[in-house]
């Protein structure tokens, strides 16, 4: 076991370095000079050549990416060309955001999943599988942004049941004592219900969004792994002991389907955190995506070049740890691995 794991981490550490090469030697190709961008277009070329020459763009790539990997061991990823900040300040404040959006979003993904393939698996009517293959069907043939723009209009602008692109409060509202950088919690450890009922308000709208195609995987996956176990020899015997078809099912049916969850869960609770940029923007929301964007818009790389490897490594570090719960959970990998 300890050898496959070695081996994962192994090629995580693989993707992580490639994922970084990659973004470093890209955006270096990318139109727009950081120098100029902070000496303005005013600046001489001597003022230019002075500042290339500060920042290390001088010199040969190979030693920049050198540079910037040492530096990012060390917790630096540059700073900002826009704002003169540091990117791990910026990054680190915005954060939170983020993981708050992408955790609520998976968790809803989940429970939504599980709940209603379980129903349609156990019901055993044409109907209830039928709606929920159409709905995970339609689900994954919608893009996030788009459903983002209709649940504001319908359901913020027409029917006014949410709050619209506001961010994570309401503009009256202040936000509550950082202890953990999400507003539900913090505004709960504050005794602010006020508070908390706001954040929760302004959650709702982009949560679901985003849970929208993560529910249509894991609703599809979970599905498929419930009808599979319950044709298993080991749910037959369970029957045949006088049990009934409901204790069966939730007993011994639903606990080891969800082990297929386990590795897919992860994996989209990474993607989600790292690929919601755009639902960010639309509403407003202040976190790592909607910063990419305006790094982007101002051309100041060195910003998303500190997402890209931010993203990579929490996107490769999810996944290794999804592995190796499965190894450990699951006896049949231990043995394959041996």
Known sequence: M???????????????????LFSFFLL????????????????????????????????PLTQQFWNYISASFHGDLGFSYSTGQPVSDLVRTRLPATVELGITGVVTAVLLATVFAAIAVYRKKRGADVSLRFASSLAMGSPPFWLALVAILLLSVNLGIFPGPEGRLSPSLAPPPTVTGFYTVDSLLSGQFGTFVDAVRHLILPALTIAVGPFAFLSRLFRSQLRNTMREPFIVVARSRGLTRGSVFLRHAVPNSLLSLVAATAMLTAETMTGSVLVEKVFG??????????????????????????????????????????????????????
């Open 285 to 338: 929301w202040p976190g790592v995506g909607s910063l990419t964007v305006d790094a982007i818009l101002q051309k100041d790389f060195s910003v998303v070049q500190g997402v890209i490897l931010l993203s990579a490594t929490l996107y490769v570090t999810v996944s290794f740890l999804a592995d190796v719960v499965y190894v450990v959970v699951d006896p049949r990998i231990r043995a394959g691995a041996k």
């Open 28 to 59: 270096r190709k990318l139109p727009g000079d950081p120098a100029r961008l902070i000496g303005g277009e005013l600046a001489d070329e001597q003022t230019i050549a002075s500042l290339r020459h500060t920042m290390g763009l001088d010199a």
């Open 2 to 20: 300890l050898k496959l794991i070695l081996k994962r981490f192994g090629v995580a550490a693989a993707t992580i370095l490639g994922a970084s």
